[in-house]
């Protein structure tokens, strides 16, 4: 009984969730404002985290809070500081042929949606799946990519510098 309902809770809390994140992409590209589509950029890749969360994939979904949230939205916001543009509202951005966009947008949604039912159908997985502990994610992912993951911090540490250089007024 208690299985059942945590079930209904999961779709439930599935719901509300993506919900939020159509809200977010929606917003994210109809706002006129750069920053504010940013922002509601950070809603939709925080939804996408606890989507993950409710699949019981947890190291996904902090990966998911590290890299994209906390270092691809802060590389955009840097972007969108150095390009010294207005940061308000600017209606002549906006490209004539925006209308078209709408039914290929439809087009290419139904033909996902058609490619993901043709593909999979009613497959499920298997029951004998094992469960991979976080530590064994982690374990295999930086034992021998550590290295490397250091580097790659180190260059994204000059960049943010490098960025804060270029923006300073002097």
Known sequence: MFAAELLVAQNIGFAVIALLMIVGALRVVTTSNVVHAALW????????????????????????????????MVLFLFGTMLTRARIGTERDLNNPYWRLGIPVAGLLFAAMAIATVSSFGDEQLPADARVVSVAEISDQIFGPYLLPFWALSFVLLAAIIGAIVLARKD
């Not at 996904?60 to 809070?65: D, R």
């Open 41 to 72: 950029l950070v809603v939709v890749l925080s939804g996408a985290a606890a989507q993950y969360v409710l699949l019981a994939a947890e190291f996904v979904a902090v990966t998911q809070v590290l890299v994209y949230i906390g270092a691809v």
